[in-house]
């Protein structure tokens, strides 16, 4: 069971994403599922990393995003 939830795990599409402090030189990448929300993503930045999501700034492009929108 645990290796065909391995298994299962990796063919889910996923992309990578570079996230950057822009108060210090500090930048970290992770693997996203596209169709996770920008707020679902400031909650796991702010569970695996400690920035809270009101301090966390998203910008795809040059736009900056609203919590509601999908990576995809």
């Not at 929300?37 to 040059?62: C, H, M, N, S």
């Amino acid at each position: 069971l645990a290796l065909l939830r391995s298994l299962s795990l990796s063919l889910v599409p996923s992309m990578p994403v570079g996230v950057e402090d822009a108060t210090s030189s500090a930048s970290i990448t992770l693997r996203v599922q596209p169709q996770l929300t920008i707020g679902t993503l400031k909650e796991q930045v702010f569970r695996d990393y400690g920035f809270p999501p009101a301090a966390q700034r998203w910008i795809i492009g040059q736009s900056l995003c609203r919590d509601g929108r999908s990576l995809g």
